[in-house]
């Protein structure tokens, strides 16, 4: 949490530092995340749909290269089987939810459509796991119980991102991206990856 409120902080503080010398623009922009899962340990993974939501800024450095830092507040995971010595595959639920900061060099390929690439500092707030127990018959009916436990996922995760974005009529935008975990997001060689599709307002 403390790591949070200080790229929060130093958000804030760059923002203000350059709209002193130069303007930027500011909005808001949420959508949908198609993330998941990868490891050695998994024997099968699928993705899982999730969403996310924050804000965004603009700092142009010229007509065609700006910077474009953004916070988030997003759910990730995905439904993995993983692999047990001695039996078989462990079915398991992931949920991560991140404050993600992703800081992006935006370079314009015409008035409209831009790409957009750089790092992302995400931290977990929360992470849980599901696992189904035995079952338990009811009136003659099999009911799946649902194990909860801790994820133990890493407080810290390093990603890349890159995308691409269009700017539609009345400050109105939308993107696609690729997101790729380079450290672990959990504790064994565990890392994130997915899509997001996404759509903003700059004020």
Do not use: C, H
């Not at 998941?36 to 065609?64: H, Q, R």
């Not at 995971?77 to 993983?82: L, S």
């Amino acid at each position: 949490m403390k790591k949070t409120l200080l790229i929060i902080g130093l958000t804030i503080f760059t923002f203000t530092t350059v709209n002193a010398q130069k303007r930027f623009d500011f909005g808001v922009k949420g959508g949908i995340n198609f993330s998941n899962m990868t490891s050695d340990y998994f024997a099968e993974n699928d993705s899982k749909t999730g969403f996310y939501i924050g804000l965004v800024a603009e700092i142009p450095f010229s007509d065609k290269f700006s910077i474009q830092p953004e916070i988030f507040y997003s759910t990730l995971g995905a439904d993995v089987k993983i692999m047990l010595y001695g039996g078989g595959p462990l079915l398991t639920e992931y949920s991560l939810d991140y404050i993600l900061v992703p800081i992006l060099a935006k370079v314009y390929l015409s008035n409209n459509w831009s790409i957009e690439f750089g790092p992302s500092f995400n931290f977990l707030i929360n992470g849980e796991a599901y696992r189904p127990t035995l079952p338990d018959v009811i009136d003659g009916n099999e009911i799946i119980q649902q194990k909860y436990k801790d994820a133990n996922g890493n407080s810290f995760e390093f990603s890349g991102v890159l995308g691409v974005s269009y700017k539609f009529k009345g400050d109105f935008f939308g993107s696609v991206r690729y997101f790729q975990g380079l450290t672990d997001s959990i504790e064994t060689d565990t890392k994130n990856n997915g899509f997001q599709l996404g759509i903003g307002f700059m004020f």
